[in-house]
């Protein structure tokens, strides 16, 4: 089964609202990481948070780590439609250097 | 900084044929991954070189297999095309380990198995 999975598997808002996606793993990680894809294109990294971090920002972009509930959330402020893309977790597999990568949340964000 | 680069960017290709991949990495970096996409699966990990090693595997058949160049360069082979090998191959780069470190993704190669 997957570790990191992602929830809503699809998202739909209108510009200048906020949008909340969450991650939930299976096992203790060292880092969390989320990365966003445009239809069909390779993955852009957005964060990557620490296990010793709760918190972190990058410009309109927001991510908690909660390590006791094994879970993550990404809040995008003020979307906007160049958002719309998916956007994937990614955690290391149990102990090892493997990444794994959640199914996805497809956000569309309309004008 | 130039970044991740795949060739090629598409392929088609017939049942029982091989299909090899390549991704240069950003300079500088010396681990190089490989990932399948597909609907249904969703992002898979294949492999992992670091300093022309393999480093991690995931759980893909003997037919998928790689190496990793001096240069840092690597490909990915697949041999005996089946239809479920269709999918977007992506490859990334990152500095260290891909467990620890950001990865830069390349833009893919989207093969297509007739």
């Known amino acids: 089964s997957q570790q990191g999975e992602e929830d809503p598997q699809a998202l739909s808002i209108q510009e200048g609202k906020n949008a909340t996606m969450n991650c939930s793993y299976k096992t203790s990680i060292n880092n969390l990481q989320w990365y966003r894809q445009n239809s069909g294109r390779g993955l852009v990294h957005l964060i990557l948070i620490r296990s010793n971090e709760r918190e972190k920002h990058s410009g309109r972009l927001r991510v908690t780590l909660d390590t006791s509930k094994k879970s993550s959330s990404l809040l995008i402020t003020a979307s906007r439609a160049a958002d719309t893309a998916s956007y994937f977790c990614a955690v290391p597999w149990g102990g090892s250097e493997k990444l794994v990568f959640g199914k996805g949340t497809k956000l569309t964000v309309n004008p | ?114």
């Open chain 2, 1 to 114: 900084k130039a970044g991740v680069t795949q060739t090629p960017r598409y392929l088609i290709k017939t049942r029982g044929q091989q299909v090899t991949l390549s991704c240069s990495p950003i300079s500088g970096h010396r681990s190089v991954s490989w990932y399948q996409q597909t609907p249904g699966q969703g992002l898979q990990f294949l492999f992992e070189y670091f300093s022309e090693t393999q480093r991690n595997k995931g759980n893909f058949p003997g037919r998928f297999s790689g190496r990793q160049f001096s240069n840092s360069r690597s490909e990915m082979n697949v041999s005996t095309l089946e239809l479920g090998d269709s999918a977007l191959y992506l490859c990334a780069s990152s500095r260290g380990t891909v467990a620890r470190d950001e990865q830069f993704f390349g833009p893919g190669t989207r093969l297509t198995v007739l």
